[in-house]
Nanobody
Framework: QVQLVESGGGLVQAGGSLRLSCAASVRTLTTYSMGWFRQAPGKEREFVATISWSGGSTAYGDSVKGRFTISRDTAKITVYLQMNSLKPEDTAVYYC?????????????????WGQGTQVTVSS
């Protein structure tokens, strides 16, 4: 049973920073690409960032480019999302996901496993 567990969410003022983590329960995910998505109340789940299995390729949603950075540890079973210059519109539940395709992809349907999500709230 593959589990992805997110942590690091919380309440922060606009302009502040948070670092989200996503830990995988099995080492087989070292060959998986990883992604972060978010969903605000009443909105569809939105692509945030993705990283390939090797860590050599990344991609970001337009709304977070230049502010967020995705990375993964050398063991490749933990992925991070460093979020800087946070805005109130970044408020959402953030989900970690893993894709067996191994490539950095923004497409939700290419992800096989999802975490339960962690709440990020940015106050103005």
């Amino acid at each position: 049973q593959v589990q992805l567990v997110e942590s690091g969410g919380g309440l922060v003022q606009a302009g502040g920073s948070l670092r989200l983590s996503c830990a995988a329960s099995v080492r087989t995910l070292t060959t998986y690409s990883m992604g972060w998505f978010r969903q605000a109340p009443g909105k569809e789940r939105e692509f945030v960032a993705t990283i390939s299995w090797s860590g050599g390729s990344t991609a970001y949603g337009d709304s977070v480019k230049g502010r967020f950075t995705i990375s993964r540890d050398t063991a490749k079973i933990t992925v991070y999302l460093q979020m800087n210059s946070l805005k109130p519109e970044d408020t959402a539940v953030y989900y970690c996901a893993a894709s067996a395709y191994g490539i950095a992809t923004p497409r939700r349907e290419m992800y096989n496993y999802w975490g339960q999500g962690t709440q990020v709230t940015v106050s103005s």
